[in-house]
């Protein structure tokens, strides 16, 4: 058995291993981007059953056709359109590469697939484009790979230039499908060893596979070491349960979360009523009255519960309130100094998902590192739900809010996650 026999058997076990992981992951997280990346790599798996097909018996038209259409035509115009989903935030940028792939992918595959060949017999040997379709077909394919090439290049600067200002989607995700794009179109090269080819389809394959590795997935913070349904919990089993709980398992029904109120050794989290899919408070907080109450000397400013002002949240902040009017309900003092609270509810488009998550991580890293007074920054992920994401915030009052809103990160978050959002709700 060949050299290229071998390694065109090996390329389609790692591009059906490929698909098969891709295909998994567009189940959990059905994104266009994803779901063109799984057709590109099972087009590469067909086109290196055909090459290997053709090393060992000799090639002919259907196989020909087959690598012709399948690993130079869709694989690298599937890929570059897989990298406008991921890394280009406007949505006519990525709504114009729809139709243009969808279009170039109809007509040219019609071209390839009936065009007739030229008289050259084929063989064992590589069939080159140039030598077995007549220019139409040639010229079908210059087009799709032209475009697939500059789209792929394009995106690549982008992201390169986004990622300098802390944007975008990750350059290790990208360049890899720049790189199987690339690739994919050098095919129709004559290379000197008829190795040369198959290997590069199974780089390919295996560079999709990476890319998709790298992009998309929550963060540790979000989704914990065992992906969806464990992470970090905002709420505890015990009152004096003091701990950061990436350890534990998330029940159904409840949240993961990340951001703001990381506790230290003497700093335990609270608990915040959201709504059915969040567990029953503590047998402490049961039966407490709305509003604000008087607290007894001593007791720890952390548990002071917020007024009006801090909209429906209740029950106990995750920070420490400062100076002595915190206690002092009523006064002017008290009413200036009081924490500042609310509530987003963002409901997500199902392609966007992953690009809001990113950003609001990112986010949620500057906020817990450079504002002390924000006391609670807190993101739910729901499972039951999972196009929705809940933000609690508590301020030290509506000074820290004010400022929190000014940051020029913040304005970066509010400008770009309207390409993520499909609505809005603020209590």
């Not at 560079?207 to 505890?236: H, I, M, N, Y």
Request: overall charge positive; glycine content about 10%.
């Amino acid at each position: 058995m060949s050299l290229p026999v071998l390694i065109g058997f090996a390329g389609v076990l790692v591009a059906a291993v490929a698909t098969g992981v891709l295909a998994g992951r567009c189940v959990r997280q059905p994104r266009i981007g994803f779901i063109v990346w799984t057709a590109a790599t099972l087009g590469l798996t067909i086109a290196l059953a055909a090459q290997s097909m053709g090393f060992a018996s000799g090639f002919g038209p259907v196989t020909f056709r087959a690598v012709q259409l399948f690993a130079l035509l869709l694989a690298p115009l599937w890929l570059a359109w897989g990298l406008v989903e991921l890394a280009v935030a406007s949505d006519a940028a990525r709504f114009g590469m729809r139709l243009i792939s969808s279009a170039l992918a109809v007509v040219a595959s019609v071209i390839l697939a009936t065009d007739p060949l030229t008289a050259e017999p084929f063989s064992k040997a590589w069939p080159l484009t140039g030598t077995h379709f007549q220019p139409v077909a040639r010229d079908a394919l210059d087009v799709v790979q032209a475009v697939a090439v500059a789209v792929a290049v394009v995106v690549a600067g982008l992201a390169v230039i986004r990622a300098s200002r802390g944007a975008g989607p990750p350059v290790m995700a990208v360049v890899p499908a720049v790189l199987a794009v690339l690739i994919t179109a050098g095919q129709r090269l004559p290379f000197p060893a008829d190795a040369v080819y198959p290997l590069l389809s199974t780089m390919a394959a295996a560079l999709v596979w990476f890319a998709v590795s790298r992009v998309g997935e929550p963060s540790r913070r979000a989704a914990g070491r065992g992906g969806r349904g464990k992470g970090v919990r905002d709420t505890r089993s015990e009152p004096g349960d003091d701990y950061w709980p990436d350890d534990r398992a998330v029940g159904e029904g409840q949240y993961v979360t990340y951001g703001q109120g990381r506790p230290g050794p003497a700093r335990p989290r609270g608990d915040f009523p959201g709504g059915p899919a969040v567990r029953t408070a503590p047998d402490a907080d049961r039966g407490r009255r709305p509003g604000p109450q008087p607290r007894p000397p001593g007791a720890e400013a952390g548990a002071a519960e917020s007024g009006p002002s801090s909209g429906p949240l209740s029950g106990p902040s995750s920070g420490p309130s400062s100076g002595p009017s915190s206690g002092m309900a009523g006064s002017p003092a008290a009413a200036a100094s009081r924490p500042y609270g609310r509530i987003l509810i963002f409901t997500l488009l199902d392609d966007r998902v992953a690009d809001f998550d990113r950003l609001a991580e990112e986010t949620a890293e500057h906020v817990r590192t450079g504002e002390p007074d924000t006391l609670v920054y807190v993101i739910h992920l729901v499972p039951n739900a999972p196009l929705q994401r809940i933000f609690y915030e508590i301020y030290r009052d509506r000074a820290a809010f004010d400022s929190h809103e000014s940051q020029p990160y913040m304005q970066r978050f509010l400008a770009e996650r309207r390409a993520s959002v499909l609505a809005t709700n603020v209590i």
